[in-house]
């Protein structure tokens, strides 16, 4: 579905500099005298669609 609202917006024109991005955040343990990652951690956090909108005033 993101990759069809891309397709959608680059074929209508209606946006520029359009990407798909997977950002991936780590979690870290804090502990006395030790930080370290998680050690069980989820590897997908979803995707982001960006880019610049391309406003056209009404004639």
């Known amino acids: 579905p993101l990759a069809t609202c891309m ?3 680059q074929a209508s024109k209606m946006a520029i ?3 798909i991005t997977e950002p991936w955040l780590r979690e870290y343990q804090v502990l ?3 930080t370290h990652p998680h050690m069980q951690m989820n590897a997908f956090g979803g995707y982001i669609l960006s880019g610049i909108r391309i ?3 009404d004639p």
């Open 7 to 9: 397709h959608s917006l």
């Open 55 to 57: 406003h056209r005033p």
């Open 17 to 19: 500099g359009l990407q």
């Open 32 to 34: 006395p005298s030790r």
